[in-house]
């Protein structure tokens, strides 16, 4: 249990290092969910677990950098429908590619036979908290 935030917290912080002062690690985390496709306001909310009116903030700075666009629901006006510019999508990339590069610098320094096990444990973890 000590290990996941020792974990999270130098992924976040090689995050942090990587964004600043442009997003925070929560406006990255909208970029990511927004790079896996289009979304609505409520169901950003609901999946980041705070109110509509929060989420309508974080989404108004991230507009105003460039970096997402809305685009009015056609089937209900008060909706809209959010998605990443190309800023966006090369702001999140540039991201992901140095974080990632990052782990795997961290993943190759141990043996092949615990690379595995880290897979397959990873998988584990994933299929345990997507239901």
Do not use: C, H
């Not at 609505?40 to 108004?60: D, F, H, Q, V």
Request: hydrophobic letters at 40%.
């Amino acid at each position: 249990m000590e290990l996941l935030p020792s974990v999270v917290r130098d992924i976040y912080t090689n995050m942090r290092a990587l964004a600043q002062p442009e997003l925070t690690v929560f406006q990255f985390r909208i970029l990511s969910k927004l790079y896996a496709g289009t979304r609505s306001n409520s169901e950003l909310a609901l999946w980041a677990g705070i109110n509509k009116s929060t989420m309508s903030r974080a989404l108004t700075t991230l507009q105003k950098r460039g970096l997402i666009s809305r685009k009015i629901d056609k089937a209900d006006r008060r909706g809209n429908f959010i998605f990443l510019t190309v800023k966006g999508k090369n702001k999140y990339k540039a991201i992901s590619s140095v974080v990632g590069a990052m782990l795997t610098e961290k993943i190759d320094k141990i043996g092949g036979r615990k690379q595995k096990l880290l897979l397959k444990g990873l998988e584990v973890l994933k299929e345990v908290f997507s239901k």
